[in-house]
Nanobody
Framework: QVQLVESGGGSVQAGGSLRLSCAAS????????MGWFRQAPGKEREGVAAIYTSGFSTYYADSVKGRFTISQDNAKNTVYLQMNSLKPEDTAMYYC???????????????????????WGQGTQVTVSS
């Protein structure tokens, strides 16, 4: 059974930083994609960042480019999201997600990949105050 467990959310003032972690278990980590999504009240879920677990390809939403960094520790089957220069508009529930086993082995574009995450964590709240 695939489990994605997030941690690291919290409350911070604007300009501050947080680091989210997502540990995957029961999952073949290699040749897949892991990602972070967020959803604020009344808004649609947004893909924030994603990474190919067996390479270096990454994706960032325009709204977080230059401020957020996704990384991974393959030995720990863990993906991280370092969030710097946080803004009040970054306030949301953040979810870790993963594609089905082997999905990212083939050449795929990130817009396609973002529509095909099938495993989800329980979410961790990030609140940024002004």
């Amino acid at each position: 059974q695939v489990q994605l467990v997030e941690s690291g959310g919290g409350s911070v003032q604007a300009g501050g930083s947080l680091r989210l972690s997502c540990a995957a278990s029961g999952y073949t980590y290699s040749s897949n994609c892991m990602g972070w999504f967020r959803q604020a009240p009344g808004k649609e879920r947004e893909g924030v960042a994603a990474i190919y677990t067996s390479g270096f390809s990454t994706y960032y939403a325009d709204s977080v480019k230059g401020r957020f960094t996704i990384s991974q520790d393959n030995a720990k089957n863990t993906v991280y999201l370092q969030m710097n220069s946080l803004k009040p508009e970054d306030t949301a529930m953040y979810y870790c997600a993963a594609t089905a086993a082997g999905y990212c082995r083939g050449a795929r574009t990130w817009p396609v990949v973002l529509r095909n995450f099938v495993y989800w964590g329980q979410g961790t709240q990030v609140t940024v105050s002004s």
